[in-house]
């Protein structure tokens, strides 16, 4: 008999997709959420390239367009907000939408209908499988019994901690943290976002749809004791790491200090030497972290489509569709992964040269384009 029931732990990206794609192949998924409700962060994130057709084929794709942003360009700035580079926040193609994680989750949401199950105030807490299926308790709820585990709830998964063991063995910090927070001052442009440098920091405003954000990035080493959910933490790293910065730090740090929804967490690195154990697979960033760097929501809607397309295939084997969906899926994930350092270098460079060196660079950027257009146009 075909695998029928599946948990999906997190309604972020990942797991509202799966279930959308679960439910129209006759499954029954429930999805749980640690969270009273949908994500409630309002930073941005993109679905381009395979997640785009995806979305296509999810027929949400005019909804996530008249949730866009609307931002068009990514402008630098120094110290007194004077403009040193500018490059266009395009992915080449035309097909790819910014929108806010909170509207990227509604609209996943309401794509699985009414068929789909949602526990809300609840998380995973215990996980014992055999043979015929997985046996879960429930911080809250009563213990159930499900055909398949999924853990699609992201950097710090539970079920990841529990089916393969403890966070370290495979979270690896990057270098870089990150923090965000909603911002009603007042903002230069809606189609552009703001960024400003100082040595191995970022401050960036981003004019969002209807709210603004801030984000503040900067590099330092992993932190003793750090936790992810202890906000007065967050805060003393941020007034240590911004001290003495420009534009319009000192007063966006007035911000941080009365904020009641900041953001804070390392950038990292998720890398699972195996992405399933048993009835159990990982998925979205739980599996193959690139945070920070936009990609993530691709990369959670591409896979999630990836598991449930191997499932449908393989009903009477899951293992065999958990090494399909995986072999297929990182052949998108690990080229990302591999590019953190990269792009780091580029939003946050560490050295003035640096700043320097990437500014000059953007200055480039419409002779290229202009060149590449040109090469199309006598090979037409």
Not at 199 to 214: D, K, N
Not at 221 to 240: C, T
Not at 365 to 372: D, G, K, N, R, T
Request: glycine residues 10%.
């Amino acid at each position: 008999m075909a695998t029928k029931t599946v948990l999906i732990s997190g309604a972020g990206v990942a797991g509202p997709t799966l279930a959308h794609w679960l439910v129209r192949a006759g499954y029954h998924p429930t999805v749980v959420e640690r969270a009273a409700g949908l994500r409630s962060s309002g930073s941005p994130v993109d679905v381009r390239g395979p997640a785009a057709d995806v979305a296509r084929k999810m027929g949400i794709s005019a909804r996530l367009r008249e949730a866009a942003t609307g931002v068009t360009s990514l402008r630098f700035v120094n110290d007194r907000g004077k403009s040193v580079g500018r490059v266009p926040m395009d992915d080449g193609g035309g097909t790819g939408v910014e929108l806010t994680r909170t509207d990227l989750a509604r609209i996943l949401h309401d794509a699985s209908g009414d068929d789909a199950e949602y526990v809300f105030q609840d998380s995973v807490v215990a996980l014992a499988q055999d043979a015929g299926g997985v046996d879960v308790t429930f911080e809250h709820g009563a213990p159930r019994r499900f055909d398949l585990v999924v853990g699609a709830d992201g950097l710090h998964s539970a079920v990841r901690r529990l089916a393969f063991g403890p966070e370290p063995g495979f979270v690896e910090h990057m270098g870089v943290y990150v923090a965000t927070m909603p911002f009603d001052g007042p903002v230069s442009d809606r189609t552009e976002i703001v960024m400003y440098n100082s040595p191995g920091r970022a401050m960036a405003l981003h004019p969002s749809r209807e709210r603004g954000i801030v984000a503040f990035m900067f590099r330092g080493r992993a932190v003793p004791g750090f936790d992810h959910r202890d906000a007065e933490q967050h805060k003393r790293l941020l007034e240590n790491a911004y001290a003495g910065a420009g534009w319009r730090v000192p007063e966006l740090r007035e911000h941080v200090r009365v904020a009641e929804d900041l953001y804070f967490d390392s950038v990292s690195r998720v890398r699972v030497p195996k992405w399933s154990a048993g009835r159990v697979v990982l998925v979205g960033d739980a599996a193959s972290c690139v945070s920070l760097f936009g990609d993530g929501s691709t990369l959670a809607m591409a896979g999630a489509y990836t598991l449930a397309t191997e499932l449908v295939a393989s009903p009477h084997d899951p293992a065999l569709a958990f090494r399909r969906y995986e072999a297929a899926h990182r052949k998108l994930s690990d080229p990302k992964q591999r590019k953190v350092p990269v792009a780091t270098a580029l939003l946050i460079p560490a050295t003035r040269a640096g700043m320097a060196v990437r500014n000059f660079g953007t200055r480039l950027l419409p002779l290229v384009s202009a060149a590449q257009k040109l090469a199309l146009a006598k090979g037409a």
